[in-house]
């Protein structure tokens, strides 16, 4: 589980269904996502006031609108959503791998999706996956009331472009 403080005042809950990896799904969101630049995807969804079924409002003022700019957001960010979830399976898989298998892994996801070329370089993506690594082992580490706190970049988001490929 993850508490969010948005900016907008309101906490937010985050209940996290995955057990099959040691490092949590919505964990290795955040570090994908930050890492390689990628705003809006889902903790960039999350921080512009879209609202999933994994999450509950814990308190904050809530706005009348709430469904309305959910979905809204979710809509706008629709696919840098679909593209974070393919490059955090990457990040994932690419824990169990040397670094430059790693990098590459998270290339050839990108080309699965995308005409252009990765643009990520190497070192971001190497950073990626030694970041998840590093906050794997510390998330390991913590007892029932253990803290991980992380801080998601408030900067204006980065356009992530490229062609969509045509299935």
């Known amino acids: 589980m993850a508490t969010i403080d948005r900016p907008d005042g309101v906490r937010l809950l985050l209940t996290s ?3 099959a990896n040691t490092v949590p799904h919505d964990l290795a969101h955040f570090v994908t996502e930050r ?18 079924d994994s999450l509950q409002i814990l308190s904050g003022r809530r706005r009348h609108n709430d469904a309305a700019r959910s979905q809204a957001v979710r809509r706008a960010n629709a696919d840098e959503l679909a593209l974070a979830e393919i490059l955090v399976a990457a990040v994932h898989r690419g824990l169990q791998l040397s670094d430059t298998a790693a990098t ?12 252009s070329p990765c ?3 190497p070192d971001r993506r190497i950073l990626a996956v030694t970041e998840l690594r590093r906050l794997g082992r510390l998330f390991g580490e913590l007892d029932d009331s253990g803290r991980l706190p992380l ?3 408030t900067a204006s988001p980065r356009k992530i472009g490229g062609k969509r490929r045509r299935r």
């Not at 999350?46 to 609202?51: D, E, F, K, V």
């Not at 590459?104 to 005409?115: G, L, P, Q, T």
């Open 104 to 115: 590459r892994e998270i290339e050839r996801a990108w080309s699965s999706v995308r005409d």
């Open 17 to 19: 269904y995955d057990r």
């Open 151 to 153: 801080d998601w970049p």
């Open 35 to 52: 890492d390689l630049g990628l705003r809006r995807g889902l903790w960039g969804s999350i921080a512009t006031g879209a609202l999933f």
């Open 119 to 121: 643009p990520f370089p």
